[in-house]
């Protein structure tokens, strides 16, 4: 199993912004659809946005589209989330993971980095 490392997470006021990396040490990520999750107080885990592969698709939640980017650079190994225009209910633990072609939770979650949007 592929397992990633995000990192990128803080206090940030409504309306800012914050840039998350999920990063692999031992595997070519570019192998690997990637997906980012969240999971807020009390709620249910839910998924963020994903990028495929093999041809650079992505998938964006309703509640994050316009706002949030999934991108990715193989030379570093790494996926990131740009999060901007964010708002108090983003707040979450934010976690990535390899995901299938269809953006369901294939890997294990990292251990997480915490958003917390706040003024």
């Known amino acids: 199993q592929v397992q990633l490392v995000e990192s990128?997470?803080?206090l940030?006021?409504?309306g800012?912004?914050?840039r998350l990396s999920c990063a692999a040490s031992r595997f070519p990520?570019?192998?690997y659809s990637v997906?980012?999750?969240?999971?807020?107080p009390g709620k249910e885990r839910e998924g963020v946005s994903c990028i495929s592969s093999s041809d650079g698709v992505t998938y964006y939640a309703d509640?994050?589209?316009g706002r949030f980017?999934?991108?990715r650079d193989n030379a570093k190994n790494t996926v990131?989330?740009?999060?901007?225009?964010?708002?108090?209910e983003d707040t979450a633990v934010y976690y990535c993971a390899t995901v299938s072609s269809s953006c369901h939770l294939k890997g294990p979650l990292g251990q997480g980095t915490q958003v917390t949007v706040s003024s």
Do not use: C, E, H
């Open 80 to 88: 990131y989330l740009q999060m901007n225009m964010l708002k108090p």
């Open 16 to 18: 800012g912004s914050l």
């Open 63 to 65: 509640s994050v589209k």
């Open 8 to 10: 990128g997470g803080g």
């Open 29 to 31: 990520l570019d192998y």
């Open 35 to 40: 997906g980012w999750f969240r999971q807020a």
């Open 12 to 14: 940030v006021q409504p």
């Open 69 to 71: 980017t999934i991108s």
